[in-house]
């Protein structure tokens, strides 16, 4: 099918349009009028034949309108957003919508006529001298163009299918607007979900980071605490030996005397020895001194504590299982039991 060149186009609602992108909504002219005068200027970036160019304005005034229906904003054309587009290496936009934070970047362009002849490409920033538009010198062979529209869209989304609609012999673009609408606001919905839940399950490890360091922190401190409590303890007992001991003798014998020296001795080597193991006598810190817990450290944490799991509140209540002896399914609504024998059903 070829579609006539004429100079106004129906939207995606049965509305007419003028080819100037003025519909009969002023805020739907608000926010597209921006978009269609930097389309009909920006002569090297339209993609389309002359005689598409008011078909291609009222694809973007019904892009707009459509937008808005579906909950969209759609910002005026700023360096950013084109910016965007060339770091994402989208096709050039001739409208972005937006919604949820995401972007959606429409382009419009006109199939050429297969099997035309090759030519030499001329990549360059500057327009060829003789007015030839870029996007036609850009090309590696001869633009002839049939009419046939088709529009792509590219979006800033993670979990995102760039989506194409195209004229086919039975419908048109903007037919299909509102259906293809209807798929990005679900694309949108989804991926916003999608990141709400890598945020809460961000949150979920981060918190259990946090616990897990925290017991592998209180865990040390035990540790420590417990070990000082012991070398008190054992200073206690040795406190008990020296007063058994008493002073030195004074007057005894050789061998009196040297057991006494022998056990002081031994006494002071256990005290430095005690002093060398007590934590407390190094600065009562060292248990704060621990490595940070590895992922697989919190994750074994969340399964040993029955924690908060990532995606738990996306995880259906467990059934329980049939071999269960405690399970019993719960009988149908119109369920009826059988009477028991002698009741009369069986006599």
């Given at each position: 099918m ?9 939207d995606?609602?049965g509305t ?8 009969e ?5 608000t926010?597209?009028?921006?978009w ?6 920006d002569?090297?970036r ?8 008011p078909?291609a304005t009222g ?15 759609v910002p005026?054309?700023a360096?950013p ?9 989208w096709p050039w936009?001739?409208v ?12 419009l ?8 002849a090759?030519?030499t490409?001329v990549?360059?920033a500057?327009?060829a ?10 090309r590696?062979r001869?633009f002839v ?20 609609s195209?004229d ?10 509102p ?5 990005l606001?679900?694309a949108?919905?989804?991926q916003?979900?999608?990141a ?12 259990a980071?946090r616990?897990?360091r ?16 012991d070398?008190d303890?054992e200073?206690?007992y040795?406190?008990l030996?020296?007063?058994?001991l008493?002073?030195?003798p ?6 009196d005397?040297?057991e006494f ?11 430095r020895?005690?002093?060398a193991?007590d ?5 009562g ?13 919190v994750?074994?944490?969340?399964h ?5 799991a ?5 995880r259906?209540?467990?059934?329980p299982?049939?071999r269960?002896?405690?399970?019993r399914?719960?009988?149908?609504d119109?369920?009826?039991?059988m009477p ?8």
């Amino acid at each position: 099918m070829t579609i006539a060149t004429g100079t106004c186009g129906t939207d995606a609602h049965g509305t007419i349009d003028d080819g100037e992108g003025r519909g009969e909504d002023p805020g739907i002219d608000t926010s597209a009028g921006p978009w269609v005068e930097r389309f009909k200027e920006d002569v090297d970036r339209q993609y389309v034949s002359d005689g598409q160019i008011p078909r291609a304005t009222g694809l973007i005034t019904a892009i707009v309108r459509e937008a808005l229906n579906q909950g969209f904003s759609v910002p005026d054309p700023a360096e950013p957003l084109f910016e965007k587009a060339r770091d994402g290496r989208w096709p050039w936009p001739h409208v972005i919508v937006q919604r949820d934070g995401y972007l959606l970047s429409f382009h419009l362009a006109e199939s050429s006529r297969a099997g035309t002849a090759p030519k030499t490409r001329v990549l360059g920033a500057r327009a060829a001298a003789d007015g030839t538009p870029k996007w036609i010198e850009e090309r590696s062979r001869e633009f002839v163009g049939t009419g046939m529209m088709v529009m792509r869209v590219d979006s800033d989304m993670v979990h995102y299918r760039q989506k194409t609609s195209r004229d086919t012999t039975n419908t048109m673009i903007e037919e299909r607007m509102p259906s293809l609408f209807k798929a990005l606001s679900d694309a949108t919905s989804t991926q916003y979900r999608l990141a709400d839940m890598e945020r809460k399950r961000a949150l979920t490890l981060e918190q259990a980071q946090r616990e897990c360091r925290s017991e592998r922190l209180y865990a040390a401190l035990r540790r420590e605490a417990a070990l000082h409590a012991d070398l008190d303890r054992e200073r206690g007992y040795l406190d008990l030996v020296e007063r058994r001991l008493g002073p030195e003798p004074v007057g005894a014998d050789q061998s009196d005397m040297e057991e006494f020296r022998r056990l002081s001795d031994a006494i002071a080597l256990m005290r430095r020895r005690i002093d060398a193991l007590d934590p407390l006598t190094s600065g009562g810190v060292a248990w704060a001194d621990q490595p940070e817990p590895t992922d697989a450290d919190v994750f074994e944490y969340m399964h040993r504590n029955q924690g908060p799991a990532p995606f738990a509140w996306d995880r259906p209540a467990p059934v329980p299982s049939p071999r269960h002896d405690d399970f019993r399914p719960m009988p149908p609504d119109d369920f009826r039991p059988m009477p028991p024998v002698g009741d009369g059903f069986f006599d």
